[in-house]
Structure formats: structure tokens, C-alpha cells
């Protein structure tokens, strides 16, 4: 067994919100140890991979827009989102949503900014919303994109880690696997584990679990940061709500690497944590495979502008408000209860050249590497990104043809059991074509275009002009398959506003603390049935920063 390491905290699991908590920590002149059971190239976690999407409310860049938004607003949205119904398991929960939608109005831009983190101009709009003002989604545009994508927001908060590091007020354990929390007197004093083979892996491919020795740390309080279940599609199965989502998928991709496995929750439970909401989660109906993976099962989200048909796997048109980027739960139901575990987008070359965005910061290689010259370049200049273009010539996704009979055929190759059938789907696209030449429509997603295109930032560079999608100059025809993508668990331990872990009887676990993905983002689901966007990253920031904070007052 290795030797022991005192420290005034020990942080398992080297994600954001690990390194947000060991960051505030440091401030403090606290000792932290950071264990992980990854090499050192995947300090960062699931962060490095993401878009860099931030949720912030009354923002300069959303009023230099034109965007009025309001902190009455925002929280009416994320209430309206979250639609808590549980006395007990939403009671911390609750608290959690009205503390950070005042953090994103008020101190979270200037926290983050005084940590050199900058945005693009242009304010995204995501997860639309289910089609009343006080139900789901977001009223106005509040996805603030990270310049630098994650990478740059895990940059901000890992240089001054290091930095601490060179101080010898951090020190990391890499390959270590922890298997037990310490609890002694009814706190929680340490961890303890298993010592894996020494790996040279790159970020984010699979490591080795060989087990070579123990190890056992002890500290004055235990942060768990370890993320959620993403990547363990048993877990998620097993957790799966079927009566709100319908079926689970027997085909899943994975949009998170292999080491989400959901471990740590399971062993905080058996410590004596309190896990509630367990079968809330996010996950995306617009996955598709990576055709150059990195983790197994590699998955991509396509980020859709609203144009395109969103057919089911016969060829139905989704009903409203099942249309692209508006409500992600609705349309995964929508979906599974066709009794089939895929979909269809079906669009034009000129749809996806402004509409598709990759979810993912090596999918933009322009914004994540902080290049202005390029990134205006490929935002603005007509034809496909260089990503888009390559899933649409290597994807196992992606079929390309002329003209519709081909499309159909190709569609019906790569289906998995559903059957699209050429004049039904002739006639659904003609349908909608015929709404094309006025600037008004009876058609719901016909109205959400125009809608969406009274916003500069989506008519400039997100939404394309209404054009008819047989039309052979906007050709050639396109279609997506579209698989489930495993992603967020939305439930999890449960903590007050400090980020401590209670306990099932309604205690706090002494000396117990979580934040980030394994916490719910906070509390134990601080998103309650639904997300926003752009809440993910920032709520890893906000328990962080709350459980880092705390411990360094104990």
C-alpha cells in the first residue's frame, strides 16, 4: 500500500468541477489532493470535449444583440423547465435553481472574466422549448459560446491549479481508482482504492484498469467530483424513466469518454449519501457516430438550426414541438414510442451548410483555437465547415443523393427496421414547401423559422433562408440518421447550498462535500426534469466554487 497523504481536503476526480473547488481551495492556502483515476492528459474531464456553451443572463453580449432578458425572466424559464414536483428530493434542489440563476445574472460573467475567459459575439439560442411562455425553454438566446471552447474554460481554472501545484499546495494522484470513502466518528476522513498500471493513453481513449497496489489518503474533508453515468448505458438502462421517455434504446452512442462510469455515486451511497432523482437525465436525440472516434462508441451532437424535417424512423413528420433544438425530452418520447431507437433529419445542402453546428471542441477547430481570421472565414463563407463536410462524406450516418428516389433508397439501407416509403415522404416534404413563399405560414415550424430569423444572431449566421427543399438549387438532398447519445445525469447526490452531501435522513454528512455532474450540477438536480443549455459547464462552476469555498471555511 502506498504511503498515506494528509492534506486539508482530498478532491477524487479531476473534471471542472474538481479543479473549480481545488482552485477556491488553493486561494485560501489550503492543501488539496486531487486523485483520478486517469494519466495526466486527461486533466479537465469531460469539459475539454464540450462546445464551452455558457447559460448567463443580461449579458453585454446578449444586450449588444438587442436581447432583453431579466433575472424574473430567466428564473420564470428554468422553474417552467424544471417543473420540480417532489417535496423532499426537489426541496435542495429548488434552492439550488434560484441561487445560480442569480450567479449567471450577476457575478458569474465577471468571476469567469477576471479568470481571462472571453465569448463570441453572438449569443446562441438553444433548447427553444415546448411552445408556452411558462413551460419549457428558454424565452430569449442565452448560450453564451466560450471563445476557445472548453478547452479554455478548463485553461482558466487548471493554470492557477498548477501553479499551486509548483507551490506544493497541490498534489494530483493519477491512476488512482477510489473504492472506498474513510468514514470515521460519522465523517467522512479519506478515500481508498486501487492503484492502476501507469498509462501513456491520449485524452479521452480508453485506459487500463489492471490493478497494481492500494492506496489510502486521509484529509481533513472529501470532495467528490466524479462525474455522472454517461458512459455506463447500464446504469443509464437501469435508471431509464420509461413512463416519461418511453422505452429505453437498445442502440446507444456515447457522447461522454469511458471513464463516466458513475462509480463514485454508487460508493458515496454506500457511505451513507443520500442519491435522489436518479431517474432524471439528458441525453440527445440528434447523435450521430464519430467517423474518427476517440472513446468506444464515440458519439457527436449535431447542434440543429430549425430547419430541417425531423421525420421518425417510417418517415412521420414529429408532431409540434418536436422540431429541431426545441424540446429534447419531447421528441426522445416522440421518438421511442414509435417503437424504434432512431430518427431522420432530411434538408437540403443549403440547410446544412448555415444550420448544422458539431457539438464538441474538436469539431471546431476555428473557435478553439481562438483563431478570429478563420473562424469569419468559415462562419460567413458559403459552403460546409470543414467538420460538417467531412461526416457528410465519411459519417455512417450520412446519406448524400440528387434526387429523392435515390435518398429514400439509400435512407432504407442504413435503417435499423423502419421502412421510408417514397411517395409518403414526396408528399410530406411537398407539403411543407408549399408554406415556403409567404413570410407567414400555418405550419408551427414554418412559424418558429420566421420567428427565429427576427434574431440578427440567427439570421446572420444560423438559420437559413426559407427555400424549398426539392429544389435542385439547393441540392444536393440530404439525410441523417439519428441515434440516441448518452450524456448528463441530471439526479445525484444530494447537497445543501454549501455543497454538502446530506445524509438519507435529512442530516449532513460531516466532512462530505460534492459538486459538478455527480451532484446533480447541485443538490441533486438543479435542473429538475429538464435543461437549458449551457447550464452543465456552469453549474460544475457553481458547486465547485460552493464546495471548494465551504471546505476552506470549515
Given at each position: 500500500?502506498?504511503?498515506?497523504?494528509?492534506?486539508?481536503?482530498?478532491?477524487?476526480?479531476?473534471?471542472?468541477?474538481?479543479?473549480?473547488?481545488?482552485?477556491?481551495?488553493?486561494?485560501?492556502?489550503?492543501?488539496?489532493?486531487?486523485?483520478?483515476?486517469?494519466?495526466?492528459?486527461?486533466?479537465?474531464?469531460?469539459?475539454?470535449?464540450?462546445?464551452?456553451?455558457?447559460?448567463?443572463?443580461?449579458?453585454?453580449?446578449?444586450?449588444?444583440?438587442?436581447?432583453?432578458?431579466?433575472?424574473?425572466?430567466?428564473?420564470?424559464?428554468?422553474?417552467?423547465?424544471?417543473?420540480?414536483?417532489?417535496?423532499?428530493?426537489?426541496?435542495?434542489?429548488?434552492?439550488?435553481?434560484?441561487?445560480?440563476?442569480?450567479?449567471?445574472?450577476?457575478?458569474?460573467?465577471?468571476?469567469?472574466?477576471?479568470?481571462?475567459?472571453?465569448?463570441?459575439?453572438?449569443?446562441?439560442?438553444?433548447?427553444?422549448?415546448?411552445?408556452?411562455?411558462?413551460?419549457?425553454?428558454?424565452?430569449?438566446?442565452?448560450?453564451?459560446?466560450?471563445?476557445?471552447?472548453?478547452?479554455?474554460?478548463?485553461?482558466?481554472?487548471?493554470?492557477?491549479?498548477?501553479?499551486?501545484?509548483?507551490?506544493?499546495?497541490?498534489?494530483?494522484?493519477?491512476?488512482?481508482?477510489?473504492?472506498?470513502?474513510?468514514?470515521?466518528?460519522?465523517?467522512?476522513?479519506?478515500?481508498?482504492?486501487?492503484?492502476?498500471?501507469?498509462?501513456?493513453?491520449?485524452?479521452?481513449?480508453?485506459?487500463s484498469r489492471t490493478v497494481v497496489d492500494e492506496f489510502e489518503i486521509r484529509a481533513g474533508a472529501v470532495i467528490v467530483t466524479s462525474g455522472g453515468i454517461g458512459h455506463n448505458h447500464d446504469l443509464v438502462r437501469e435508471n431509464w424513466p420509461v413512463d416519461r421517455l418511453g422505452p429505453p434504446p437498445k442502440t446507444m452512442i456515447s457522447g461522454v469518454p469511458d471513464y463516466v462510469d458513475g462509480r463514485m455515486l454508487g460508493i458515496t451511497e454506500d457511505a451513507g449519501g443520500n442519491i435522489v432523482n436518479r431517474d432524471r437525465m439528458w441525453h440527445y436525440t440528434e447523435g450521430i457516430q464519430?467517423?474518427?472516434?476517440?472513446?468506444?462508441?464515440?458519439?457527436?451532437?449535431?447542434?440543429?438550426?430549425?430547419?430541417?424535417?425531423?421525420?421518425?424512423?417510417?418517415?412521420?413528420?414529429?408532431?409540434?414541438?418536436?422540431?429541431?433544438?426545441?424540446?429534447?425530452?419531447?421528441?426522445?418520447?416522440?421518438?421511442?414510442?414509435?417503437?424504434?431507437?432512431?430518427?431522420?433529419?432530411?434538408?437540403?445542402?443549403?440547410?446544412?451548410?448555415?444550420?448544422?453546428?458539431?457539438?464538441?471542441?474538436?469539431?471546431?477547430?476555428?473557435?478553439?483555437?481562438?483563431?478570429?481570421?478563420?473562424?469569419?472565414?468559415?462562419?460567413?463563407?458559403?459552403?460546409?465547415?470543414?467538420?460538417?463536410?467531412?461526416?457528410?462524406?465519411?459519417?455512417?450516418?450520412?446519406?448524400?443523393?440528387?434526387?429523392?428516389?435515390?435518398?429514400?433508397?439509400?435512407?432504407?439501407?442504413?435503417?435499423?427496421?423502419?421502412?421510408?416509403?417514397?411517395?409518403?415522404?414526396?408528399?410530406?416534404?411537398?407539403?411543407?414547401?408549399?408554406?415556403?413563399?409567404?413570410?407567414?405560414?400555418?405550419?408551427?415550424?414554418?412559424?418558429?423559422?420566421?420567428?427565429?430569423?427576427?434574431?440578427?444572431?440567427?439570421?446572420?449566421?444560423?438559420?437559413?433562408?426559407?427555400?424549398?427543399?426539392?429544389?435542385?438549387?439547393?441540392?444536393?438532398?440530404?439525410?441523417?440518421?439519428?441515434?440516441?447519445?448518452?450524456?448528463?445525469?441530471?439526479?445525484?447526490?444530494?447537497?445543501?447550498?454549501?455543497?454538502?452531501?446530506?445524509?438519507?435522513?435529512?442530516?449532513?454528512?460531516?466532512?462530505?462535500?460534492?459538486?459538478?455532474?455527480?451532484?446533480?450540477?447541485?443538490?441533486?438536480?438543479?435542473?429538475?426534469?429538464?435543461?437549458?443549455?449551457?447550464?452543465?459547464?456552469?453549474?460544475?462552476i457553481f458547486s465547485g466554487r460552493a464546495a471548494g469555498r465551504a471546505v476552506a471555511h470549515r
Open positions: 500500500m502506498s504511503n498515506r497523504k494528509q492534506a486539508d481536503a482530498v478532491v477524487v476526480g479531476a473534471g471542472l468541477a474538481g479543479l473549480v473547488a481545488t482552485y477556491e481551495l488553493t486561494k485560501a492556502g489550503r492543501s488539496v489532493v486531487v486523485v483520478d483515476q486517469e494519466n495526466r492528459e486527461n486533466l479537465g474531464g469531460q469539459a475539454f470535449w464540450s462546445l464551452g456553451g455558457l447559460f448567463l443572463v443580461d449579458s453585454p453580449e446578449q444586450r449588444r444583440l438587442g436581447i432583453k432578458d431579466s433575472p424574473e425572466l430567466a428564473l420564470q424559464d428554468w422553474m417552467g423547465s424544471a417543473a420540480f414536483d417532489r417535496e423532499d428530493e426537489d426541496y435542495w434542489p429548488r434552492q439550488w435553481a434560484r441561487a445560480y440563476v442569480d450567479f449567471a445574472s450577476t457575478i458569474k460573467r465577471q468571476y469567469l472574466h477576471d479568470l481571462g475567459l472571453r465569448f463570441t459575439p453572438v449569443v446562441g439560442w438553444a433548447e427553444r422549448g415546448g411552445g408556452f411562455a411558462d413551460g419549457h425553454g428558454n424565452s430569449v438566446p442565452r448560450f453564451h459560446l466560450t471563445w476557445g471552447t472548453g478547452p479554455e474554460v478548463v485553461r482558466v481554472f487548471l493554470e492557477p491549479v498548477l501553479e499551486a501545484e509548483e507551490r506544493g499546495l497541490v498534489t494530483f494522484e493519477f491512476r488512482r481508482r477510489v473504492d472506498e470513502l474513510i468514514v470515521e466518528d460519522g465523517a467522512a476522513v479519506g478515500v481508498r482504492g486501487a492503484t492502476l498500471e501507469a498509462s501513456r493513453t491520449e485524452r479521452g481513449v480508453p485506459s464519430n467517423w474518427d472516434p476517440i472513446w468506444t462508441d464515440h458519439a457527436i451532437r449535431i447542434i440543429p438550426g430549425p430547419s430541417s424535417l425531423w421525420l421518425d424512423a417510417n418517415g412521420n413528420r414529429l408532431p409540434a414541438p418536436n422540431f429541431p433544438g426545441f424540446d429534447t425530452n419531447s421528441t426522445m418520447k416522440a421518438i421511442l414510442d414509435t417503437g424504434y431507437d432512431y430518427s431522420w433529419f432530411v434538408l437540403s445542402t443549403s440547410i446544412i451548410e448555415k444550420e448544422f453546428a458539431l457539438s464538441g471542441s474538436e469539431q471546431n477547430p476555428d473557435i478553439t483555437e481562438k483563431s478570429l481570421k478563420v473562424a469569419a472565414k468559415s462562419r460567413l463563407a458559403k459552403g460546409m465547415p470543414g467538420p460538417v463536410q467531412a461526416f457528410t462524406e465519411r459519417g455512417a450516418d450520412f446519406v448524400v443523393r440528387d434526387n429523392l428516389p435515390d435518398l429514400v433508397r439509400g435512407m432504407n439501407e442504413i435503417g435499423r427496421g423502419g421502412t421510408i416509403d417514397l411517395q409518403q415522404l414526396e408528399r410530406t416534404i411537398s407539403t411543407r414547401d408549399a408554406q415556403i413563399d409567404n413570410p407567414y405560414s400555418k405550419d408551427g415550424q414554418m412559424m418558429a423559422i420566421h420567428n427565429a430569423r427576427n434574431y440578427i444572431g440567427d439570421k446572420v449566421v444560423r438559420v437559413a433562408k426559407p427555400h424549398r427543399i426539392l429544389d435542385p438549387a439547393h441540392g444536393p438532398l440530404i439525410a441523417v440518421r439519428l441515434n440516441i447519445l448518452t450524456r448528463k445525469t441530471l439526479g445525484g447526490l444530494e447537497t445543501n447550498l454549501e455543497s454538502q452531501v446530506m445524509r438519507p435522513d435529512g442530516e449532513v454528512f460531516d466532512g462530505l462535500y460534492a459538486a459538478g455532474e455527480v451532484a446533480g450540477f447541485g443538490g441533486g438536480g438543479v435542473h429538475g426534469y429538464n435543461a437549458l443549455e449551457g447550464t452543465f459547464l456552469g453549474g460544475c
